[in-house]
């Protein structure tokens, strides 16, 4: 009886302290729910989280030995190329005067007096020996055209013709042997060996303004001279050797 009341007392005497042991007996219940709870999930199983499917390792191959390296080798100095001055342009050699041309291809320059009269001089008829002793021929050259210098060649231009005609500016080359009897072969050589003649003499003599004409024995020197060069004036004297 006398505990009861003591007890009973108390409460009343202190009513937080009957608070607090409620509090502390619901937190102890509460603990020991939570408890239980968490060993019936324990029991029941987690899920299970499966570990990821381990690959194979792929089989390692040893490394091949690596190739040599080269040696490597210093690289040359490149020594700098010297510069080479140019040399020195040399002098040019002074030209010499060039000489006056001279001669009949460069005629000097003067006054045309003087050029005229040279021309007169050399164009002047100038009687000399007949050059060949056939007198035959010389005969022939004396009377047919006629000469006019009997006995005598004339020079014009330094050019010798058989005679000059008398009372007329022409230049005569006489032929006198005896064409007709000549083989071919010796014919065509005669006529190639007169028409160079004739040609230089016929040139020499148009110069000097003279006309230039060809005196044969035969009418077949004449045709064999024209056929070679139809230009050329030939005429038939007859002429005996």
Known sequence: M??????????????????????????????????????????????????????????TRPVPEAWPVPETRPVPEVKPVPVTKPAPPKPLPQKRPKPEPKGPDFPPVGPTEVT???????????????????????????????????????????????????????????KTHQFDTYPDFIRRREIEKELEQMIRERTAAAACGYDFVVGVSTQAHKDALLEADSSLDVVVTGCKR
């Open 116 to 174: 005229e009269r040279e021309r007169r001089r050399r164009c002047e008829p100038i009687p000399v020996p007949h050059e060949g002793k056939d007198d035959a021929h010389n005969k022939c050259a004396d009377q047919f055209p006629p000469n006019r210098y009997p006995g005598m060649d004339v020079l014009v231009d330094g050019v010798s013709f058989d005679a000059l005609q008398v009372g007329v500016r022409v230049l005569w080359e006489i």
């Open 2 to 59: 006398t505990g009861s009341f003591e007890m009973g007392f108390c409460v009343l005497a202190a009513p937080e302290i009957i608070v607090g042991a409620v509090v502390v007996a619901g937190v102890v219940v509460v603990g020991f729910a939570i408890s239980e709870a968490l060993e019936a999930y324990e029991k029941r199983g987690r899920p299970q989280v499966r570990p990821p499917p381990t690959l194979p390792v792929p089989e």
